[in-house]
DNA sequence: AAGCCGGGGTG
DNA sequence: CACCCAGGCTT
């Protein structure tokens, strides 16, 4: 049986609620000014995985850099993975880029305006097509990301709701005008009062049509996925030096921090000077990265797969793409007196 | 369907 | 520690 919460006679006050609600507690964002098609784009891809308020820098050192499509279709990778330095996720960064070349080279510059077409753009998924049809060009699309997921899976007290039953759910929520509103107005509300611990149920403005919280325990939707155990990785990085100027390899496309680079890996001991271990959390594992001075003069590893590789002086160190671990390391190997000059970031 | 892909905030 | 974040791509 569905459920009640959206029926016919509760969907317009619901709908006006959320909307009301929107216009008086939505925060202050940069991308939710100027809604062009290309800041749209930049700010979802920043977004996926990413909370906002960690974007709000990124994004705008972004625009100042690159501010139109055709200024990142003309942008290099390096320059593009340094603007993206610590967001992680890289191959968004690779993915954006792409689909910029891709629609000022293939599509006459004509920005696609559905979904559909939209899809078809590297990098943009299911939920950035929705968002991007749905707050650049009108279009009356639910994008179903974490926030809204979890905003209908308590709606309908559903642990694990299909996107089409979500969709078919929220779609009575779409105004006529600026459908867009609905699904900010959604993930507003997940970000800030649906949240996944500790719901604020007493401020919500669809409380009142909300399955799950009639059942008494909203944050048990949606359920809790199954996750596998993080394995611990051991490894060491080289650090080799000749003058002040550091050995740094490029990593390859595809795997573990695409494009960006950092002294070489490896999971045997090499000779040298041990510097004190740097711990690392990745998503799905955790590093422990012991860095080794090499013995001077000693050759340093080659490029993997005929990769980029290059002695850097300290001012190129601090102006090429890094991970955030491999800053680490170099700032340890700075602090041991190993290189003149503080790697930093613009 | 499940694994891979970063980094950081929060309880 | 745990979970999760304006997800997408690959197998």
């Given at each position: 049986?569905?459920?009640?919460?959206?029926?016919?006679?509760?969907?317009?006050?619901?709908?006006?609620?959320?909307?009301?609600?929107?216009?008086?507690?939505?925060?202050?964002?940069?991308?939710r000014h100027d809604r062009t098609p290309y800041r749209v784009l930049v700010a979802e891809a920043m977004l996926q995985q990413t909370r906002a308020e960690t974007v709000v820098p990124y994004f705008e050192r972004w625009m100042r850099a690159l501010p139109d499509l055709h200024a990142l279709a003309r942008a290099g990778p390096d320059t593009v993975l340094r603007l993206w330095e610590g967001l992680g996720y890289y191959r968004r960064a690779h993915a954006?880029?792409?689909?910029?070349?891709?629609?000022?080279?293939?599509?006459?510059?004509?920005?696609?305006?559905?979904?559909?077409?939209?899809?078809?753009?590297?990098?943009?998924?299911?939920?950035?097509?929705?968002?991007?049809?749905?707050?650049?060009?009108?279009?009356?699309?639910?994008?179903?990301?974490?926030n809204v997921r979890r905003v209908g899976a308590r709606l309908?007290?559903?642990?694990a709701p299909r996107d089409a039953d979500l969709r078919a759910h929220l779609a009575p929520l779409l105004p006529a005008r600026a459908p867009g509103r609905t699904t900010e107005a959604l993930i507003e509300l997940g970000a800030t009062v649906c949240r996944p611990t500790s719901p604020r149920c007493d401020l919500c403005p669809l409380a009142s049509v909300c399955s799950g919280r009639m059942y008494g325990r909203p944050?048990?939707?949606?359920?809790?996925?199954?996750?596998?155990?993080?394995?611990?990785?051991?490894?060491?990085?080289?650090?080799h030096l000749n003058g002040d100027r550091l050995w740094l390899i490029r990593r390859p496309e595809g795997g573990l921090l695409a494009g960006l680079w950092g002294p070489p890996q490896q999971e045997e001991p090499p000779p040298g000077r041990f510097l004190p271990e740097v711990a690392h959390r990745y998503s799905h594992f955790a590093l422990r990265l012991t860095p080794v001075v090499a013995t001077p003069g000693a050759p340093?590893?080659?490029?993997?797969?005929?990769?980029?590789?290059?002695?850097?002086?300290?001012?190129?160190v601090a102006e090429l793409p890094l991970s955030t671990v491999d800053r680490k390391v170099v700032a340890l190997a700075r602090d041991a007196g190993l290189l003149t000059v503080l790697p930093s970031r613009p």
């Open positions: 049986m569905p459920p009640p919460s959206l029926a016919p006679p509760s969907v317009r006050p619901a709908r006006d609620a959320l909307l009301r609600w929107f216009a008086r507690h939505a925060r202050d964002f940069p991308w954006l880029r792409r689909a910029a070349q891709e629609v000022v080279h293939e599509r006459g510059g004509r920005f696609p305006d559905q979904e559909a077409e939209l899809r078809t753009l590297p990098g943009v998924g299911p939920y950035t097509a929705a968002a991007v049809a749905a707050f650049a060009f009108g279009r009356a699309a639910i994008a179903i990301d974490g309908l007290a559903d642990p944050e048990a939707f949606p359920a809790a996925g199954r996750r596998s155990p993080p394995r611990t990785r051991r490894r060491y990085a080289a650090l340093p590893p080659p490029p993997p797969d005929g990769g980029d590789g290059a002695w850097c002086d300290p001012a190129t």
